[in-house]
């Protein structure tokens, strides 16, 4: 069995939280470093939430080419100063955001920026694929939500699997990253450039 200090380490390793932030996480939930994770994640979310109403006017955009040139991203991430968007953990968020937007491609930053003539027309070819597949009517808007929310996953930065740990929704991160460096964050857009594409 792993003593107290040696499970704080581990994880302090996978979460980043602080010594203490550990400690009480871990004592809480019976020293398992699951539900302890759990645990600081749902702080994270409750002190990112906290921070969410206040200003970001500074920030970074940064640049990030991949694959030898073949893929580039430009990314504009805010923050709430100038002190936190040249701090070294921020800048490295903002670099995994840059790499996540070049390996998973996604169109939008939010849910909330998709136009409803996108979402209706989705939405109308779901519902055909549920005609042909011989559903009952009844089944339809289950199915229709479903995919549509498949189609969030894919699309939407903030709802895509994090590439570095699929257990993470980038969102989750966002919130992760604002309760560890203690200010507001927005990620504000992106473009994403592939070589032979227009």
Not at 92 to 110: H, I
Request: charged share 30%; glycine share 8%.
């Amino acid at each position: 069995m792993a003593s107290l200090s040696e499970l704080v380490k581990e994880l302090r390793e996978k979460t980043g939280a602080g010594i203490l932030d550990c400690q009480k996480a871990l004592t809480e939930n019976g020293n398992s470093i699951d539900k302890a994770i759990d645990y600081l994640r749902q702080k994270g979310l409750a002190a990112a939430q906290k921070k969410a109403g206040r200003e970001t006017n500074q920030g970074l955009i940064h640049a990030y080419i991949h694959a030898g040139g073949k893929i580039g991203v430009l990314i504009e991430v805010n923050c709430e100063t100038d002190f936190v968007a040249r701090n070294e953990q921020f800048k490295a968020f903002v670099n995994d955001l840059a790499l996540q937007v070049a390996a998973a491609s996604p169109s939008y930053v939010r849910r909330e920026e998709i136009a409803e003539d996108v979402v209706a027309k989705e939405r109308s070819i779901y519902e055909g694929q549920a005609k042909e597949l011989g559903k009952p009517p009844a089944a339809w808007p289950k199915i229709i939500e479903g995919k549509l929310e498949k189609f969030y996953q894919e699309n939407c930065l903030l709802e895509q699997a994090f590439i570095k740990d699929p257990s993470v929704v980038i969102k989750d991160l966002l919130a992760q990253q604002i309760a560890k460096i203690g200010e507001n964050m927005n990620i504000r857009r992106f473009t994403r450039f592939q070589l032979g594409q227009a």
